[in-house]
């Protein structure tokens, strides 16, 4: 995955955006990978700055990967410096 952050003055809650490519594989295996990354996301969004605005472009190698491993991922990035001090 790629993640892009960016943050703003704002007292709206974070937003996400998900980015699933046709390069990950046929539409039923995007959706797979969009659903778990949005699950993943959602665990973590309390814990996220507000205004801050989330985009995380799924790459091929998501379509392999565990369900643990991408919300394990998303977690580690998020708390590398989105998560409220």
């Known amino acids: 995955m790629i993640v892009y952050v960016t943050q703003a003055d704002s007292l709206e809650k974070a937003r996400f955006g998900f980015i699933v490519s046709k390069s990950v594989g046929v539409a039923v295996r995007r959706n797979l990978v969009r659903r778990r990354l949005k699950a993943a996301s959602y ?5 996220v700055k507000h205004g801050t605005d ?3 472009r799924a790459l ?7 369900w643990a491993t991408l919300r ?6 998020l708390n590398r410096g989105v998560t409220r001090a």
């Open 72 to 77: 394990s991922e998303i977690s580690e990035v």
């Open 54 to 56: 989330i985009v995380i």
């Open 43 to 47: 665990e973590s969004l309390a814990g």
């Open 60 to 66: 091929p190698g998501a379509a392999q990967a565990s």
